[in-house]
């Protein structure tokens, strides 16, 4: 089996020594170095967590194969808190048109799929994303890295979890989606630290979408508290950010955005 073959399927029922020869040969094959390897309790299971180092930068190993992503409506049913919240939004006149809290998650969250997708490394923090003048894939490109997919960005958030969140399927609405602290800063099922600030916004391959925040836009704007959160959601593309980015009068605002390199495992 190819080392990109790996499935989260298999990955998962392997013991913690099986793991480690992996991930040693898995580093070696893009140079790298392993620096830890961890079993964690994720999902009702174990779930091993690798971490290396290549050139000063760390990797977490994230695990492919066929994979569920996007937004189940049908899965999914909101909190009391959750309603007054959205509620609250509308007579301030956000929700963009949707009338229910539900119809609004089913237009901003990505749609319900299965795909399939290669094991990957993919960096731990994200980097400022390049100049302008540079575009974005070339100088990731001479580094031997490249962008994630929407998909790979999105399966590496929620690790599997079928939630809102990478987390759970709630938020502390009394708490801001921004700043030090909280579960959003906790490393995620792969240790990537990931949809962890509403300020953040990641590129991806997908020029219709930004990840992992919205450059504070609903937070800055009153949305209100849970419109504030939902752009750490792990199914959340904000179309609306990514038309911005990339129309025709723009130019990436490179001091809000940022990317999270991926080295291809061979």
Known sequence: MM?????FERWRSLDLDAARRFAGEAAARVDARVLTVETVE???????RVRIVREGMEFALVPGGRVRLGFDPDAWTATPAQEADFAESLAEGYGFGAHDLKGHLV???????????PTV??????????????????????RGLRLPGADEW???????????FRWGDECPLDEA????????????AFGLRIAHDSYS????EDRGAVHGGDGGTAVCGGYGNLLGWLPLATAHRNAD?????YGPDGEYAWETFSVRPVLTLP
């Open 3 to 7: 080392h990109a073959d790996l499935t």
């Open 42 to 48: 994720h999902l009702g299971a174990p779930l091993h």
């Open 107 to 117: 237009a901003e969250l990505s749609p319900l799929r299965t795909v399939e997708l």
């Open 121 to 142: 490394w993919m960096a731990v923090e994200a980097e400022p994303a390049p100049e302008p003048e540079d575009g974005l894939v070339a100088p990731l490109a001479a």
């Open 154 to 164: 999105e399966h590496a958030c929620g690790a599997g979890a079928r939630t809102l």
């Open 177 to 188: 989606p921004y700043g030090a602290g909280g579960i959003r800063n906790e490393p995620n």
């Open 201 to 204: 916004a990641e590129l991806s």
């Open 241 to 245: 950010m990514a038309e911005f980015v």
